[in-house]
C-alpha cells in the first residue's frame, strides 16, 4: 500500500507520449499496438503469451509456474520501463504494469494456480518497484464479453492457450472493471472491441487514432494517410 500511494503522489511520467493499451487476453491488443504505433510513427512494444518462456511449462502445471509467468512479465517491464523514461518519440505498450498485480496475479490466486505464499511475494516485489515505472499519459481499454473472447482465443489456435486462458475470463474481466473504476492516473478511453475492425476498417482504426491524438494534445504527421494492410 505504501509504495502505491507514493505512486500516486510522485508519478513518473515519460518525457515523450506513453500510451498503454489494456484489456482482457484475446481482445486485439497487440493489433492495435502495431496499427497505431504504424501511423503515429511512435515505438511499439508488445507483450505476447507465447513469448514468455515459462509458457509450455504453465499449460502443463499452472499452479507451479503462475508465479514464474508473472514474474517474467514484470521483468519485462522494467526493461521497457527503461526505454519508455528516455525514448525521444512515443510509444504504445500492449498492456500496462498494474495488469499484474490487479488483475492475473489475484485471478490466478483466485482459481488456485497461485499459491497465497507465491501472490505475497510477487505482490511484494511489485510494490517495491512500482514507483519506477513511468506511468501513461493515456490508457486505451478494449473490452468485450467472454464469449466473444473465447471465439478470437480458438481461432488463433495456440497450444494449450485456450485451456489456460478460457477459465479465467469471468474473473479478469470482473478485475479489470474494478481496477479501471477507481482509476485516476490518467485518462482512460474505452473501446468496445467486438465492435473494431481496425485491422481492416481504416475509419474504425482512424476514430481511434483522432481520439488519442485529440487526449494528448498531439498532431498528426503532416502527410498521414490512414491505411490498412
Given at each position: 500500500m505504501h509504495s502505491r500511494t507514493l505512486l500516486e503522489q510522485c508519478p513518473l511520467r515519460a518525457n515523450a507520449p506513453f500510451v498503454a493499451i489494456v484489456g482482457n487476453s484475446g481482445v486485439g491488443k497487440t493489433t492495435l499496438t502495431m496499427l497505431l504505433a504504424r501511423d503515429l510513427r511512435w515505438a511499439p512494444l508488445v507483450e505476447t503469451l507465447v513469448d514468455n518462456p515459462y509458457y509450455p511449462e504453465f499449460v502443463r502445471d499452472r499452479a507451479y509456474w503462475g508465479l514464474h509467468m508473472q514474474l517474467h512479465y514484470l521483468a519485462r517491464h522494467a526493461r521497457d520501463s527503461e526505454f519508455i523514461r528516455t525514448a525521444t518519440v512515443g510509444c504504445v505498450r500492449d498492456r500496462s504494469f498494474w495488469e499484474?498485480?490487479?488483475i492475473y496475479a489475484p485471478a490466478l490466486l483466485a482459481q488456485g494456480d497461485m499459491s497465497s505464499r507465491d501472490f505475497a511475494l510477487y505482490t511484494?516485489?511489485?510494490?517495491?518497484v512500482a514507483p519506477l515505472f513511468p506511468v501513461p499519459h493515456l490508457i486505451l481499454y478494449l473490452q468485450a464479453e467472454c464469449d466473444w473472447l473465447q471465439l478470437r482465443i480458438a481461432r488463433r489456435g495456440r497450444i494449450g492457450e485456450e485451456a489456460a486462458l478460457t477459465s479465467l475470463l469471468v474473473r479478469t474481466n470482473e478485475l479489470y472493471e474494478i481496477w479501471l473504476?477507481?482509476?485516476?492516473?490518467c485518462p482512460v478511453l474505452r473501446y468496445n472491441a467486438a465492435a473494431l475492425d481496425c485491422l481492416h476498417n481504416a475509419a474504425h482504426l482512424t476514430s481511434i487514432v483522432h481520439d488519442v491524438c485529440s487526449a494528448l494534445d498531439w498532431h498528426l504527421p503532416g502527410d498521414y494517410v490512414p491505411t490498412t494492410e
Open positions: 499484474g498485480r490487479h511484494n516485489l511489485y510494490d517495491s473504476s477507481t482509476f485516476t492516473l
